[in-house]
Each structure stands twice: as structure tokens, then as C-alpha cells.
């Protein structure tokens, strides 16, 4: 039988599993603080539990199971990107961004593929495996922050932003962030902390009843219900009017600004009348629209705007006073578009570093 792993248990479930070995109250803080403070690689390490308590614990659980598949550094030395393996084998990506400003930040996935199909996205294009366990998605930040300690830096920030639906995976999502945030933990502040959506909208409203300070950014790439349900097909579900509210709804109880994002396609959704219908749509919002480029996939035939279109989308924008900010993709020379490593190790098995070439 596959042993469990240590970060699948809460605090709560990790005391219950101690005090059902007959140990006292303070061990699961004290084991909590080596696996989320320290970071410890295994239980050995934990050298103030007793030997017994140790042996317990590694014949009970494993200290994590992502495998690393494979490592892509980009070029300007400032992107990794990660192939991680589950034990039934399916792979997830996450990536590290540094930053001039010591700002670094991990893009972690909350699903293996994703189901809402997505026309231009790798990830929607492979269609859906399975939710990731809380422990699975708190494992990949930790992986970095681990990694950055020992080079004496600190992981400063997280977006949920890797494979896959966040809000379509609630409960696993929110127990990860809590983890995340845990000031005993790996302590990143909720503002420090930003999750993506497609616009589940009934799971919005519900994120924002958590009253977390968490970011929300918001996958529009389109301002009219037919332009976006081609695009998105879960805007036949719940159509931008909806969306909208949910929205409101979400900055009036995290009192927050909200993000939108816009990946521009040429001749698509990069058009004047598409940006004055944004500008109408977004007038008077509290939130910022991130114009990204299109980063072409093999699935679709899009291409991304260029730089004379952006900056004319961009304009129309400011002249309804709606702030944006033209994104490059970090790392295009390594794929780093979510799920876009995995499906060219998949399609073209393509020779890429792995693991072992680079340890
Ligand atoms: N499922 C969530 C989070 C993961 S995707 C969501 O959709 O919001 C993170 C962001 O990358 C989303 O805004 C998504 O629309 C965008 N994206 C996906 N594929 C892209 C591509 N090929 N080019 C540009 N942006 C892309
Ligand atoms: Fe899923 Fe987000 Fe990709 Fe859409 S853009 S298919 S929601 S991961």
C-alpha cells in the first residue's frame, strides 16, 4: 500500500495521529515546525522527538512525493521550471520567478490538467486527470522555499497560477492556502498570496464569505459573452453580467482590488470595439487589467497581438481611467506558459534536463 504522505494531515489531524500514539500535546506543533519551518528532507532530522517517535513516523508516512521529472532554467538565469511526478504518475509543472526587487515567487498548480477547456490553454487542452491533494500543492512551494534557504533567500510569494482550476478544487485549494500562510508554517502573508480564476462564479462568492486577504485575478480575455464563451466555454455557465457581480461582491468583502487578466490575441479579442467594451465593463472598478501576449500553444492556432495593437488596446483602456500593465510571459524560452513543458515532453519527447543531469 502507498504510504501516506505528512503534508495530505492538518495540524488538527496531525495532533489526533500523535495523541493516538500516546504522545503529549506539544509534539505535532514541534513535528508541524520541522516539516514547515525547517524543511527538513526527513524525519531523522527531527532530532528533539524521541528515536521511537521518529521510527514511528517514517515507517507511518513519507515526507512528501513529488519526483522531479525534469528542470528548465530560462535563459536570463531568472525562471525555473519544474516537471513534477505524482505516484500515480501524472506530472504537474510549477515555476520560480525571482525578481530584481528579491521578490520570489512560486507558480504552483492545484490540479493535474484542468476540465474547463480553455481553447487556448495547454493545460485545458489536455483536459482533466485529478485534483492535487492539499499536501501536493503545498509541497511544490515548499520545494522552492526549501531550496531558496539554503541559498539564503526566502520565498516571498505565491500565485496560483500553475495547472489547472484552483476554485474547481476548493476545499484542497483553501486548506493549502491556510498551510501557506500558517505563521507557523511557511508564514507568506495572505497579501502575498494570489489565486486565479476562470470565474467559477458561485466559488467566488464563497472565497470572498472566507474574508481572506488573498488576491483574486480573474481570467476575462474577453468583453462581450460571444467573444468569451469561444474562448472560455465556461462563460456559457456563468456569463460576464455574472461574473461582474461576483466580483463586486468580491472586492466589497475583501475590500481588495481585483486583477484581470487578457491574454491578447491578433485579430481576436485585441480589436478597438473589444477594448472600449472592456472600458465600459471595468469603469469605476477597483482593479487592474495585465495585458499578456498570447503564448502560442500547439492546440490552437492564435498568434499573439503585436506591440502596435497592445498599445492601442492599452490606450482605449486609459481612456476609460481602467489601469493595465503589458506582461511578458517569464521564461517563454522554457515554456513557462502553464502546462505548456509538460505537453511538449509529451508530444515530441523532447530531450530536456533532467533531474539527474542537474543535480
Ligand atoms: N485556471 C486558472 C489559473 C491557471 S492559468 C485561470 O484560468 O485563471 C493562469 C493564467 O494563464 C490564466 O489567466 C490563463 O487564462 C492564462 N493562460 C493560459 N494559457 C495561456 C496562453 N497560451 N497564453 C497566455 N495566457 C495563458
Ligand atoms: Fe484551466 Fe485556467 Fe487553462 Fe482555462 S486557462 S483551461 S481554467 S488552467
Known sequence: MQQQS????SLAELTETLAGWGQPAYRARQVWEWLYQHKVRDFEAMSNLPRALRERLQAG?????????????S??????????????GQLIESVLMEYDDHRRTACISTQAGCAMGCVFCATGQMGFARHLTAG????QALLFARQLESEGERLSNIVLMGMGEPLHNYDQTLEAIRRLNDEHGLNIGQ???TLSTVGLVPAIRRFADEKLQVGLAISLHAATDEERSKLL????RWPLADLIEAVHYYIGQAGRRVTFEWALIAGENDTPEQAHKLGHLLRGLKCHVNLIPLNPTSGYAGRPSDPVRVKAFQDILESYRVSSTVRVRRGIDIQAGCGQLKAEVQS?????????DHD
Open 6 to 9: 505528512i503534508y495530505d494531515l
Open 61 to 73: 508516512f513519507v515526507l512528501g512525493r513529488l519526483e522531479q521529472e525534469a528542470e528548465l532554467h
Open 75 to 88: 535563459t536570463d538565469g531568472q525562471t525555473v521550471k519544474r516537471l513534477l511526478r505524482l505516484p500515480d
Open 136 to 139: 501536493e500543492i503545498v509541497e
Open 191 to 193: 497579501r502575498h498570496i
Open 233 to 236: 466555454p465556461v462563460n456559457r
Open 348 to 356: 515530441q519527447g523532447k530531450k530536456v534536463r533532467t533531474a539527474e
